[in-house]
């Protein structure tokens, strides 16, 4: 779980940001179900975190 932001309006950001993107990810898929959007969420989270960490060392 992720920690909330203090502010609303970052809080409100954040939360368009993940809906942008859930919509990105459903029109590239199409109706594959909830569940393999979410692990493809996972993986893409996975990997830019990686990357960062690559660049970060």
Do not use: F, N, W
């Amino acid at each position: 779980m992720q920690p909330t932001a203090t502010h609303p309006a970052l809080e409100a950001e954040q939360e368009r940001a993940r809906r942008a993107q859930y919509a990105t990810l459903t029109a590239h898929y199409g109706e594959i179900g909830s569940a393999a959007l979410l692990a493809a969420l996972v993986c893409a989270q996975q990997k830019r975190d990686t990357e960062q960490d690559s660049k970060a060392a």
